[in-house]
């Protein structure tokens, strides 16, 4: 299976560093559509007539279903065509969703490991790394291995997934792979990752 993982672009919470987690479908701000259009051109000439085999998959969060139909209508293809998949959507944060970070980080101290840009407390309520991991290679397991596939998820999630796929760094029981901007595109082929496209969000925590 060759895999074109990609980040969601900027949403309204991301902007406003609000937690957002898995269930939070906030819409994306107009830097996140602009984020979304350079993805989709992106992966347009990227993928030129090949682009009408591959397999779409996306988290069923609503800002990486907007991402998708933007790319998708990039790509000539029918948005109605994509499955979604509950293992890919971002990390649980409990009873963190739609707070700000300034009020978590007020009420318990710092959350973010400054190295690897990630949370280094388990979110109350929420899950951690681990179980992330658990749910991605359930969800691998699932995939034919003669097709290419694109599939749009969220920070942490990707950050785990590209971390089973290509190796990263040792943190809370996975490997983790680096942090990267929002609308970014990664090729992942036999342990080797590639960006194809660095998109022009935010990196890090903001907002989950």
Known sequence: ?????????????????????????????????A???????????????????????????????????????HLGRDFF?????????????????GLT???IVAEQGPIIC???????VRPPGGEYYPAIAARLQTWL????????ALVISHGITLRVLRGLLAGGRDFEGVKLAGD????????MEDGVETAIHVGAGQGGMRGA
């Open 1 to 33: 299976m060759l895999l074109y993982l990609a980040r969601h672009a900027e949403t309204v919470y991301n902007a406003g560093a609000r937690m957002q987690g898995h269930m939070a479908h906030t819409p994306l701000t107009r830097a996140g559509i």
């Open 35 to 73: 984020q979304a259009e350079a993805m989709g051109a992106a992966l347009a000439a990227h993928f030129g007539v090949r682009a009408a085999d591959l397999d779409l998959w996306a988290s069923p969060s609503g800002r990486t279903l907007q991402t998708m139909a933007i790319v998708a209508e």
């Open 81 to 97: 065509t994509v499955v979604t998949d509950d293992r890919l959507l971002e990390i649980d944060v409990g009873r963190w969703q």
């Open 101 to 103: 970070y300034a009020s």
């Open 114 to 120: 400054p190295d690897a840009r990630a949370f280094n």
């Open 141 to 148: 397991a699932t995939l034919a291995g003669d097709r290419t």
């Open 180 to 187: 990267a901007p929002q609308g970014t595109v990664f090729r």
